[in-house]
């Protein structure tokens, strides 16, 4: 006997809701993979007739390498070498880093993806140690400053960036502070790795090119799949000698596939239709955060820093979710992603919102409207 839909949690509703899902508000529209194959192989399709439409072989050659050229280029970068993952793109780096100076003493925030969603892999197979720059609130977190750097003694292998700080609600530096710790890390001597997984979302906030963002640091890790719409896949570029070292990593670590190419196609369609977009998404995050403080919801930063922020409301996580995934069983509409109860304001809960192709075909207006018609009631 097949249970009614009530006796189900929210997340297994919201699991069968989903492939029913015709509209979307956030990011980009729900694709199927069938769809998202014949839009990978389009583009490919593009690249015929150049050595960038054949196989790469254990990453050489083929959409990988114009790939890596492109990033390289895009990055005012001597070299730049792709991985299957960011989580081991970053291993890879830190290891080259952390060896050349004769210490894992990795200076990071702790909201840094390495530290909250990486299992503690990179302490377990690197032997990195962390010394912490910022702790900082899940809700509220701060940026590491320059101060933040000098108030840490001792030897370090490398200082880690993560632009925007997406758990600390995608909070970016000003352009003046990411100079200024650029600078003490190399007055320190430390080398200084950029987390840019979403450095393309950055640009438009930071007032500065990916290459003139890229020139504050020493190496720089990007990722495909956030803004870009990729399958996965990351890059990091670099000097020609620091690169070549992570590619022997990255065989180290398993990464070295037979070929990488669908992944490597869909990052250069990502390049091409999405890069080109980031002013846009950016501007309507900061349109649809106002538009939210006049309805008196609260957003995260109040001026959204990059295309995605913290969205607030006082109710429970799950009485805002059950509205949302109600909205999806009824209405085949994806508003937001699951609410979680806030940790430091009892009653509240809050999401994160990411603007994208999806949300742009809706106005700033009608986009808060929606929102509010389903958190708030
Ligand atoms: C800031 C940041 N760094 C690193 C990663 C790791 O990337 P991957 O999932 O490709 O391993 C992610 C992935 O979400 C991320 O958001």
């Known amino acids: 006997m097949t249970e009614p839909p009530h006796a189900l949690s929210l997340d ?3 699991r069968l809701a989903m492939p029913g899902v015709e509209r979307t508000l956030i990011g980009r529209h729900p694709v199927s993979p069938q769809d998202e194959l014949r839009s990978i192989i389009a583009e490919l399709d593009g690249l015929d007739g150049s050595d960038d439409s054949t ?11 114009a790939l890596e050229g492109q990033v390289a280029t895009l990055l005012g970068k001597p070299a730049a070498v792709m991985f299957p993952s960011g989580i081991m793109a970053q291993q890879s780096t830190l290891r080259v880093w952390s060896d050349r100076l004769g210490s894992r003493r990795i200076a990071i925030p702790a909201l840094s993806h390495l530290l909250l969603h990486e299992q503690d892999g990179p302490r377990l197979l690197n032997g990195f140690e962390w ?6 609130a899940m809700n509220g977190g701060v940026v590491p400053t320059v101060d933040h750097l000098a108030a840490i003694p001792g030897e ?8 925007p700080l997406r758990d600390g609600g995608y909070l970016l530096p000003s352009w003046e502070e990411l100079e200024a710790f650029s600078l003490a890390c190399s007055d320190r001597g430390v080398p200084l790795h950029l987390d840019g997984a979403r450095i393309w979302e950055s640009v438009p906030y930071l007032g500065h090119s990916p290459a003139e963002i890229a020139a504050l640091a020493d190496t720089v890790y990007v990722s495909f799949y956030k803004g870009l719409r990729g399958l996965a896949g990351a890059v990091v570029a670099g000097p020609e000698d620091v690169i070549a070292e992570a590619r022997l990593w990255r065989s180290r670590h398993g990464g070295t596939l037979w070929t990488m190419l669908p992944y490597a196609v869909s990052a250069l369609r990502g390049l091409r239709e999405e890069l080109p977009r980031m002013a846009e998404y950016h501007a309507r995050a900061v349109e649809m955060a106002e538009l939210l403080a006049a309805k008196g919801i609260r957003t995260f930063p109040t001026k959204p820093h990059c295309n995605a922020f913290r969205i607030f409301v006082e109710s429970p996580g799950d009485v805002v979710t059950e509205r949302v995934v109600t909205v999806m069983e009824r209405e085949h509409l994806a508003v937001t992603p699951r609410w979680g109860d806030s940790e430091d304001v009892p009653g509240w809960s809050w999401t994160e919102f990411t603007v994208g192709s999806a949300t742009m075909e809706w106005s700033a207006q009608e986009a808060v409207d929606l929102l509010a018609r389903v958190v708030l009631t």
């Open 131 to 136: 010394a912490l720059l910022t702790t900082g």
């Open 12 to 14: 297994e509703r919201r």
């Open 156 to 163: 370090l292998g490398a200082a880690l960036l993560e632009i």
């Open 55 to 65: 196989w790469d072989r254990y990453g050489d050659g083929g959409p990988v390498a």
